[in-house]
């Protein structure tokens, strides 16, 4: 479905319209993908199916300046209830230099605010990724994101105040929780676990399996992710993510997955949980549904999680080896941290 947004003055003093294209909408999908057609795999296939596929569960929005329903100029965000990923940022080369960007992010803000999608509403937080201290990043500071620390390009945006927020949407202890295989509702809802600060509780060494290291954006990983098991399923193989959602909120408590050792034929285990989850590491783990017949069963992790490491020693693993200064320990690269290395046994 296309929603008007109204119309803009470009630079130039040129006129163009305004507009947001509600995924699914077949009229649209090719002209969206033919302006996005520079992504590669996995992006081409998400804006496929976010463009086409009535089941996702999602709010798909690809907001766009167009002249006559030609778009020139994009910027997407997929949200369940008024979280999610801000993304898909991107004008044809002929159109830049005139605040196309500017322009339609102001309008894109103003709408994701104060609208209610098919999942709910109004919008309550986004979480984007860019070059620290690009043009890119100054126009997403000055529309209200803020980046999760020195160096970082990952950002992200709240319509309250991020700590209330994450209280009222990791929720309680005690909420009622699901462990499913990964699935598009969990896309756009990891984020804000993967990005949020646990007061030195949370570590460097997340999920390496997915590359989720320190505080991250997921939507490159978790799609990689969702890919996959699309794959896996297609070929009748196991599933190799699950996650752990809250019921009541949506929220991703904790997810796990496991992978080859493209050298040695390992398998590789990873998991994380918020750290009122992590009792339920155990279970994320064993459902998993592990090789049996691999050399060794390996997770890493790093002493700044101890979360985590609990986890592993209930889980059966011991630690084996330690890297020393493995990887940077933050976005500024100044500092580095040990990873360790668990063997099941």
């Known amino acids: 479905m296309y929603e008007s947004l109204g119309q803009v003055t470009l630079k130039t003093g040129e006129r163009v319209d305004a507009g947001v294209v509600h995924g699914p909408d077949r009229d649209w ?4 993908g033919t302006l996005l057609g520079h992504k590669t795999p996995p992006w081409n296939w998400q804006n496929t199916q976010c ?9 798909a929005s690809f907001y766009i300046l167009h002249r006559g329903g030609i ?9 369940i209830d008024g979280v999610g990923i801000f993304g898909h940022v991107f004008t044809q080369p002929d159109d830049r230099r005139k605040h196309a960007t500017s322009l339609l992010m102001a309008k894109q803000m103003e709408h994701f605010r104060s609208r209610r999608g098919r999942t709910g509403g109004p919008g309550r937080a986004l979480y984007l990724g860019t070059g620290y201290d690009s043009p890119a990043y100054h126009i997403y500071q000055s529309n209200g994101f803020k980046g999760l620390g020195p160096a970082s390009g990952v950002m992200d945006w709240h319509a309250s105040p991020r ?22 509702r969990h896309w756009p809802t990891s984020s ?8 030195g509780r ?7 399996i997915a590359q989720i290291l320190g505080r991250s954006l997921t939507e490159e990983p978790v799609l990689r992710l969702l890919h996959a098991e699309g794959e896996f399923r297609r070929q009748e193989e196991p599933g190799r993510a699950l996650a752990l959602q809250n019921r009541r909120t949506g929220a991703v408590l904790g997810l796990a997955c496991w992978a080859w050792d493209p050298i040695w034929q390992n ?12 009792p339920r590491a155990k279970e994320l783990v064993a459902g998993l549904k592990l090789p049996t017949s691999a050399p060794r069963t390996l997770a890493h992790a790093d002493a700044g999680c101890p979360g985590k490491l609990e986890a592993l020693k209930q889980l059966g693993f011991a630690q084996a080896e330690t890297l020393p200064g493995h990887v940077f320990a933050d976005a500024t690269k100044t500092g580095r941290v040990d990873v360790l290395v668990f063997e099941r046994k």
Do not use: Q
Request: charged share 25%; glycine share 8%; with cysteine.
């Open 29 to 32: 999908a090719d002209r969206v």
């Open 267 to 278: 398998v590789l285990v990873d998991v994380y949980c918020h750290p009122n989850h992590w």
């Open 202 to 208: 949370d570590g460097v060494v997340k999920l390496p």
């Open 192 to 199: 804000p676990l993967f990005c949020a600060d646990f007061g």
């Open 71 to 79: 778009p020139f100029s994009n910027i997407m965000t997929i949200a």
């Open 51 to 59: 463009l086409t596929r009535e089941d996702l569960g999602l709010d």
């Open 163 to 184: 700590d209330a927020f994450e209280a009222e949407y990791f929720g309680r202890p005690d909420d009622p929780t699901n462990i499913d295989p990964i699935g598009w």
